[in-house]
Protein backbone atom coordinates (compact mmCIF):
# COMPACT_ATOMS: atom_id res chain seq x y z
CA UNK A 1 0.00 0.00 0.00
CA UNK A 2 0.98 3.48 -1.37
CA UNK A 3 0.12 6.70 -1.14
CA UNK A 4 -3.21 7.85 -3.17
CA UNK A 5 -3.77 10.95 -5.54
CA UNK A 6 -7.42 11.68 -5.18
CA UNK A 7 -9.51 14.37 -6.45
CA UNK A 8 -11.92 16.18 -4.09
CA UNK A 9 -15.21 17.29 -5.39
CA UNK A 10 -18.69 17.85 -4.27
CA UNK A 11 -22.12 17.03 -5.29
CA UNK A 12 -25.19 17.52 -3.50
CA UNK A 13 -22.80 19.54 -0.87
CA UNK A 14 -21.53 15.72 0.10
CA UNK A 15 -17.95 15.40 -0.46
CA UNK A 16 -16.60 12.88 -2.89
CA UNK A 17 -13.56 11.60 -4.26
CA UNK A 18 -11.99 9.08 -7.03
CA UNK A 19 -8.51 7.81 -7.90
CA UNK A 20 -6.91 10.52 -10.06
CA UNK A 21 -5.52 7.99 -11.99
CA UNK A 22 -9.53 7.44 -13.06
CA UNK A 23 -9.34 10.90 -14.44
CA UNK A 24 -8.78 12.37 -17.62
CA UNK A 25 -8.98 16.32 -17.30
CA UNK A 26 -11.64 18.51 -15.85
CA UNK A 27 -13.06 21.18 -17.58
CA UNK A 28 -15.57 23.58 -17.61
CA UNK A 29 -19.07 22.72 -17.54
CA UNK A 30 -20.91 22.60 -21.24
CA UNK A 31 -24.44 22.43 -21.96
CA UNK A 32 -25.01 18.74 -23.27
CA UNK A 33 -27.06 18.25 -26.58
CA UNK A 34 -29.70 15.72 -25.62
CA UNK A 35 -29.26 12.44 -27.10
CA UNK A 36 -33.68 10.45 -26.77
CA UNK A 37 -34.27 7.43 -25.39
CA UNK A 38 -31.28 7.76 -22.86
CA UNK A 39 -31.20 6.78 -19.08
CA UNK A 40 -32.58 9.47 -16.96
CA UNK A 41 -29.19 10.36 -15.41
CA UNK A 42 -27.28 10.69 -19.02
CA UNK A 43 -27.73 14.84 -20.00
CA UNK A 44 -26.73 14.37 -23.39
CA UNK A 45 -23.63 13.82 -25.56
CA UNK A 46 -20.63 17.03 -25.33
CA UNK A 47 -17.50 17.74 -27.56
CA UNK A 48 -14.81 16.74 -26.17
CA UNK A 49 -11.03 16.96 -28.09
CA UNK A 50 -13.09 16.70 -31.81
CA UNK A 51 -15.11 13.41 -30.32
CA UNK A 52 -18.98 13.26 -29.45
CA UNK A 53 -18.89 11.65 -25.81
CA UNK A 54 -21.65 10.74 -23.61
CA UNK A 55 -22.72 13.23 -20.12
CA UNK A 56 -23.79 11.90 -17.17
CA UNK A 57 -25.09 13.58 -14.55
CA UNK A 58 -23.74 12.08 -11.32
CA UNK A 59 -25.98 13.63 -9.17
CA UNK A 60 -29.12 11.66 -10.95
CA UNK A 61 -27.34 8.49 -11.15
CA UNK A 62 -26.44 8.78 -7.40
CA UNK A 63 -30.00 9.60 -6.75
CA UNK A 64 -29.18 12.50 -4.84
CA UNK A 65 -31.27 16.36 -5.67
CA UNK A 66 -29.45 18.73 -7.91
CA UNK A 67 -27.81 21.71 -6.27
CA UNK A 68 -25.35 24.86 -7.22
CA UNK A 69 -25.77 24.25 -10.95
CA UNK A 70 -23.99 27.69 -11.18
CA UNK A 71 -19.85 26.12 -10.47
CA UNK A 72 -20.77 22.54 -12.07
CA UNK A 73 -17.79 20.94 -14.04
CA UNK A 74 -17.34 18.36 -15.80
CA UNK A 75 -15.36 15.22 -14.85
CA UNK A 76 -13.57 13.45 -18.10
CA UNK A 77 -13.06 9.58 -16.96
CA UNK A 78 -11.14 6.85 -19.69
CA UNK A 79 -11.92 3.16 -20.04
CA UNK A 80 -9.66 1.52 -21.94
CA UNK A 81 -10.75 3.00 -25.19
CA UNK A 82 -14.15 4.55 -23.99
CA UNK A 83 -14.49 8.22 -22.63
CA UNK A 84 -17.34 9.79 -20.78
CA UNK A 85 -18.06 13.07 -19.03
CA UNK A 86 -19.40 12.95 -15.44
CA UNK A 87 -21.09 16.68 -13.98
CA UNK A 88 -20.46 17.27 -10.42
CA UNK A 89 -21.51 20.53 -8.75
CA UNK A 90 -17.70 21.21 -7.82
CA UNK A 91 -14.31 20.29 -7.75
CA UNK A 92 -12.51 20.85 -4.64
CA UNK A 93 -8.75 19.84 -4.39
CA UNK A 94 -6.41 17.26 -5.99
CA UNK A 95 -4.54 15.98 -2.89
CA UNK A 96 -2.71 12.86 -1.93
CA UNK A 97 -3.77 10.52 0.95
CA UNK A 98 -2.46 6.97 2.45
CA UNK A 99 -4.45 3.88 0.83
CA UNK A 100 -4.82 2.50 4.38
CA UNK A 101 -6.52 5.12 5.25
CA UNK A 102 -9.90 4.12 3.26
CA UNK A 103 -12.15 2.52 5.29
CA UNK A 104 -14.78 -0.18 4.22
CA UNK A 105 -18.55 1.44 4.72
CA UNK A 106 -19.41 -0.18 7.94
CA UNK A 107 -22.89 0.71 7.13
CA UNK A 108 -24.23 2.46 3.74
CA UNK A 109 -26.67 5.28 5.05
CA UNK A 110 -25.51 7.14 1.91
CA UNK A 111 -28.19 5.67 -0.25
CA UNK A 112 -25.84 5.26 -3.23
CA UNK A 113 -25.89 1.59 -4.37
CA UNK A 114 -22.27 0.20 -2.46
CA UNK A 115 -20.48 -0.87 -6.04
CA UNK A 116 -20.17 2.64 -6.76
CA UNK A 117 -18.15 3.35 -3.53
CA UNK A 118 -14.52 2.16 -2.95
CA UNK A 119 -14.37 3.36 0.62
CA UNK A 120 -14.42 6.14 3.41
CA UNK A 121 -11.80 8.85 4.48
CA UNK A 122 -11.33 11.30 6.89
CA UNK A 123 -10.62 14.82 5.40
CA UNK A 124 -9.79 17.69 7.90
CA UNK A 125 -12.84 16.64 9.93
CA UNK A 126 -15.11 15.70 6.66
CA UNK A 127 -15.98 12.23 5.94
CA UNK A 128 -15.22 11.83 1.86
CA UNK A 129 -16.90 9.12 0.14
CA UNK A 130 -14.28 7.11 -2.49
CA UNK A 131 -16.21 6.51 -5.88
CA UNK A 132 -15.09 3.62 -7.68
CA UNK A 133 -15.93 5.43 -11.12
CA UNK A 134 -15.21 2.36 -13.50
CA UNK A 135 -18.21 0.79 -11.83
CA UNK A 136 -20.92 3.70 -11.63
CA UNK A 137 -21.97 2.44 -15.27
CA UNK A 138 -23.00 -1.30 -15.40
CA UNK A 139 -22.48 -3.34 -18.58
CA UNK A 140 -25.97 -2.87 -19.65
CA UNK A 141 -25.56 1.01 -19.54
CA UNK A 142 -22.44 1.59 -21.19
CA UNK A 143 -24.25 -0.55 -24.27
CA UNK A 144 -26.89 1.92 -24.03
CA UNK A 145 -25.06 4.95 -23.78
CA UNK A 146 -22.07 4.35 -26.14
CA UNK A 147 -24.38 3.89 -28.80
CA UNK A 148 -22.27 1.08 -30.67
CA UNK A 149 -19.25 3.22 -29.88
CA UNK A 150 -19.73 6.85 -30.62
CA UNK A 151 -16.64 7.55 -29.55
Known amino acids: MGVLKILVFKINNKMFAADINDIERIIKYEEATYIPDMPS ?8 EEKVIPSINLNKKLGLNEENLESRKVIVIRREEKRFAVVVDNVCEVRETEEKSIEDIPINNFNIKKDYIKGLINLNENIVIVLNLFKILTESEEEIIFLGDIT
Open 41 to 48: FVEGVINY
